[in-house]
T-cell receptor, first 115, second 111 residues
Framework: DGGITQSPKYLFRKEGQNVTLSCEQN?????MYWYRQDPGQGLRLIYY???????QKGDIAEGYSVSREKKESFPLTVTSAQKNPTAFYLC??????????????FGEGSRLTVL | AQSVTQLGSHVSVSEGALVLLRCNYS??????LFWYVQYPNQGLQLLLK??????LVKGINGFEAEFKKSETSFHLTKPSAHMRDAAEYFC?????????FGTGTSLTVIP
């Protein structure tokens, strides 16, 4: 079945370590997004990418980095510069063409905890 | 920038009662509007979307929403709540390539 796979589901990190969250989609979508979710704050955009080898900062990009070398993959690195990285991270994709333009499709999320 | 306001961060209803979750948006052009549902430790699932074809939109699990341009609202309703409807609900608006989400409403269903 087509969908978005995020891994790992749960991740623990020590302060000062970089970690990378994986996001893979087989929906053939051009656009991919990373959101951070904290209780009571909704979803906040970290980075998004409309095509391969191109991405834009969202509202809270500081302390994060991404790459988009393949259409299917959009990994997110949480660097040691991110002061408060404990959160639930959601990856999403969108079909920019065809009949189903518009909505985001989400992965199951990755919960990062800094010890 | 666009914004979405969800009135009421927590809503409780009795099983079988009407569910009403409120969403207001700011937009100077006809918007694309969405409602998503999230169960604990899971991603968001699309309930329904408004894309200007009809003002009353029907979605999954018996939910529907009505677009009211004069009120800039897109409230979500369900005639009869079920225990499985207990979840977090998010309203969102799309503007170009970006999506703007409300802060969510947690729905509790009381047996």
């Amino acid at each position: 079945d087509g969908g978005i796979t995020q891994s790992p589901k749960y991740l623990f990190r020590k302060e000062g370590q970089n970690v990378t969250l994986s996001c893979e989609q087989n929906l053939n979508h051009d656009a991919m997004y990373w959101y951070r979710q904290d209780p009571g704050q909704g979803l906040r955009l970290i980075y998004y990418s409309q095509i391969v080898n191109d991405f834009q900062k969202g509202d809270i990009a500081e302390g994060y980095s991404v790459s988009r070398e393949k259409k299917e993959s959009f990994p997110l690195t949480v660097t040691s510069a991110q002061k408060n990285p404990t959160a639930f991270y959601l990856c999403a994709s969108r079909d920019r063409q065809g009949a189903n333009t518009g909505e985001l499709f989400f992965g199951e999320g990755s919960r990062l905890t800094v010890l | 920038a666009q914004s979405v306001t969800q009135l009421g961060s927590h809503v409780s209803v009795s099983e079988g009662a009407l569910v009403l979750l409120r969403c207001n948006y700011s937009s100077s052009v006809p918007p694309y509007l969405f409602w998503y549902v999230q169960y604990p430790n899971q991603g968001l699932q699309l309930l329904l979307k408004y894309t200007s074809a009809a003002t009353l939109v029907k979605g999954i699990n018996g939910f529907e929403a009505e677009f009211k341009k004069s009120e800039t609202s897109f409230h979500l309703t369900k005639p009869s709540a079920h225990m499985r409807d207990a979840a977090e609900y998010f309203c969102a608006v799309r503007s170009g390539n970006q999506f703007y989400f409300g802060t969510g409403t947690s729905l509790t269903v009381i047996p």
